[in-house]
């Protein structure tokens, strides 16, 4: 046993640790938004210590062998939007907070995207998120506004990419100034795209068609795919996309592809502050990672993987004194998912919650007293809150950018990360480093401390576009 475990630890070193000066064929370019340094290493500290270990235990991204940090700060602000970041990322250029593949001048930039196109190449474009939010826009959208969702759109259908995936499309029959606009998806079906809703369906219809646009098989009930710690069986994940993507891109091809897949979510759990969903995301999209890891091992010289963020959100950290990590395994849903539950407990009691009830959902939601000791000055936060609330009847919540919750369940999510002693500097973007792992064909290109703008040139330079 000894023996086989040294020769797979070889084979994995070997495999790892070649670097390959050939071109780069097939592209995989993930980008976690809101993923910073610290959602990375505390992610790995999560894992570690569910092992019963203290330290480090290795996600498959850290553990490729160039791994290096990028600045992400926009044309006008030291502190970047997705969508400033995600025209870096995808051109090469520094743009003003707000753009979507347009320079500061607002004038129109080329993507990697599109000159992988021009190449030949097939091209995929995806996120967890709706496919026409900020960052996977940037890769095939050229609009002045990140909010000119229909006329985003509208380039989606005219870039003529191969594959898309996502929660679905914001703003589908209403233009920028609010005026009435024809349906976006017969317009995309007419294009020659499959809409596939759910993966289910992906498999079932999907089997031979050229090009695909793959949704959340409720997409039209959702924002976004679900979190990785709300999913059930029938919620599309991120793993699944990349497997959808390659099927849809390998066939009748000789060229090669480009395919970018966006984590999403990671950025909203950052906006709220949620550390137990903002760590499973990134072990979601780590899982997406195997996929495009596989398929490297298959065609080692010819694939390029590359992995960053478009900026780190929430400026988290590990550790007040000691961290107590483990105990964000008893919190079984996000702060969205428990307004929910509030809600319906709610209704279901006709408006009378009793404190006993609300400790009793919590208790079930978030491990609190049973799994998880509470103090009295805990207690006393959560105690309040329901009192403020669901006491009196009263509705009040918490806004964040991207979700409005009830206080009790802001509150137990606050008192979560209390106890696992992760601390949170602000709900919104910061200017902290952001990480980049790369491995295959061109990866030497990706060593040393650079701008966002350079990943984007050197995989232009790895795959000769």
Not at 393 to 422: F, H, P, T
Request: aromatic share 10%; with cysteine; net charge neutral.
């Amino acid at each position: 046993m000894k023996k086989q475990f040294i020769f797979s630890v070889f084979v994995m070193m070997f495999v790892c640790l070649q670097i390959v000066s050939g071109q780069a064929k097939y592209v995989f370019y993930f980008i976690g938004d809101g993923m910073g340094i610290n959602q990375v290493n505390l992610t790995e500290v999560y894992l570690s210590a569910m092992k019963g270990e203290r330290g480090s235990a290795s996600l498959l991204m850290t553990s490729f062998p160039v791994a290096s940090m990028a600045s992400t700060f926009s044309a006008n602000a030291d502190v970047t939007d997705s969508a400033a970041a995600g025209t870096a990322l995808a051109t090469g250029s520094k743009t003003y907070n707000g753009a979507i593949g347009v320079d500061a001048d607002k004038n129109s930039l080329e993507t990697i995207a599109e000159k992988a196109k021009k190449a030949g190449k097939k091209v995929g474009i995806t996120s967890t998120v709706p496919v026409n939010h900020a960052t996977p826009a940037a890769f095939y959208g050229h609009q002045n506004d990140r909010n000119m969702y229909y006329e985003i759109s509208k380039d989606l259908i005219s870039s003529g990419f191969d594959f898309f995936a996502g929660a679905g499309l914001y703003n589908r029959d209403n233009l920028y100034d609010k005026s009435k606009a024809p349906d976006i998806f017969p317009q995309i079906e007419q294009a020659g795209y499959t809409i596939s809703k759910g993966y289910d369906d992906f498999k079932a219809n999907a089997g031979k068609s050229k090009k695909v646009m793959l949704l959340h098989k409720n997409w039209e009930k959702v924002d976004g795919i679900p979190y990785a710690i709300d999913r059930t069986s029938e919620d599309i994940s991120l793993k699944q996309i990349a497997e959808a993507a390659i099927d849809v891109l390998m066939r009748d091809n000789k060229k090669g592809f480009f395919l970018m897949l966006e984590g999403g979510r990671i950025d909203w759990a950052g906006h709220a502050n949620d550390a137990a969903a903002n760590i499973k995301e990134v072990i979601d999209m780590d899982e997406a990672i195997k996929v495009a890891f596989d398929f490297y091992k298959k065609y080692p010289k010819e694939t390029l993987i590359v992995i960053t963020a478009d900026h780190e959100t929430g400026g988290i950290t590990a550790g007040k004194g000691s961290l107590n990590i483990k105990a964000l395994q008893y919190q079984k849903m996000s702060q969205d998912k428990l307004t929910e539950r509030i809600n319906e407990l709610y209704v279901s009691k006709d408006g009378r919650v009793s404190w006993e009830e609300a400790k009793n959902l919590l208790t079930e939601t978030m491990g609190f007293w049973k799994d998880v000791p509470i103090n009295w000055e805990n207690e006393k936060i959560l105690r309040d809150a329901y009192e403020e609330t669901l006491a009196r009847r009263r509705d009040i919540r918490d806004q964040n950018l991207y979700a409005s919750n009830s206080l009790l369940a802001a509150k137990a999510k606050e008192v979560m990360n209390s106890i696992a002693r992760i601390g949170w500097a602000t709900g919104s973007h910061s200017a902290d480093f952001v990480p980049v792992f790369a491995i295959g064909a061109g990866q030497e290109l990706f060593k040393g401390k650079m701008d966002n703008t350079d990943i984007p040139k050197n995989i232009i330079k790895a795959a000769k576009y």
